[in-house]
């Protein structure tokens, strides 16, 4: 079945290091998308990219980067800029004018 | 630039019966997409409903079905005779026809009562 996953499940970070979460789909789509979600609040992205080896920040890029070296994937790295990374993080994608479809999350916290 | 509002926190319903999310807002375009996402505590997210605003005739999927008010900006979630299923958080999210971007709302739980 497509889909897309998201790993690791769970991830902890300790202070000044950097974290990769993973997302990988299988659905063919062209635009990839990672979210935040913290409580009380609604989604927030964080970068979207269209195509491969293209991405753009969306609302709060700081202290996040990405690649898309590959259709399939769109791994997101937390950095040590980043004084507050514990939060929910969902990947979607989507292609055409289709509703976006997404991962089952990760859940980032600090040790 | 687009934002959603979604005024309520929290909603209750009693199971079998019929409640209303609401969701508003703001925008300078005039075609455009809207969403109700549902997120139930295993925290997937679910879409539930779409409406091209380009169209009048309100979106239907069986027991779910939204009130879209253009001219005002108000896009609601009904939800018929509720099940104990329905119990989750609902987000608005709006897509512009020229990108596919989405901007959400903050939210509304809903508790479905036995």
């Known amino acids: 079945d497509g889909g897309i996953t998201q790993s690791p499940k769970y991830l902890f970070r300790k202070e000044g290091q950097n974290v990769t979460l993973s997302c990988e789909q299988n659905?063919?789509?062209?635009?990839m998308y990672w979210y935040r979600q913290d409580p009380g609040q609604g989604l927030r992205l964080i970068y979207y990219?269209?195509?491969?080896?293209?991405?753009q920040k969306g609302d709060i890029a700081e202290g996040y980067s990405v690649s898309r070296e590959k259709k399939e994937s769109f791994p997101l790295t937390v950095t040590s800029a980043q004084k507050n990374p514990t939060a929910f993080y969902l990947c979607?994608?989507?292609?055409?004018?289709?509703?976006?479809?997404f991962g089952d999350g990760t859940r980032l916290s600090i040790l | 630039a687009q934002t959603v509002t979604q005024s309520q926190p929290e909603m209750s319903v009693q199971e079998a019966e019929t409640v209303t999310l609401s969701c508003t807002y703001d925008?300078?375009?005039?075609?455009?997409?809207l969403f109700w996402y549902k997120q139930p505590p295993s925290r997937q997210m679910i879409l539930v409903i779409r409406?091209?605003?380009?169209?009048?005739q309100n979106a239907t999927e069986n027991r779910f079905s939204v009130n879209f008010q253009k001219a005002a900006k108000s896009f609601s979630l009904k939800i018929s005779d509720s099940q104990l299923g329905d119990a989750a958080m609902y987000f608005c999210?709006?897509?512009?026809?020229?990108?596919?971007?989405?901007?959400f709302g903050a939210g509304t739980i809903l508790r479905v009562k036995s």
């Open positions: 999210a709006y897509r512009s026809a020229w990108g596919n971007k989405l901007v």
């Open positions: 979607a994608s989507t292609i055409g004018n289709q509703p976006q479809h």
């Open positions: 409406q091209e605003a380009y169209k009048q």
């Open positions: 925008t300078s375009e005039s075609d455009y997409y």
């Open positions: 659905l063919n789509h062209d635009a």
């Open positions: 990219s269209q195509i491969v080896n293209d991405f």
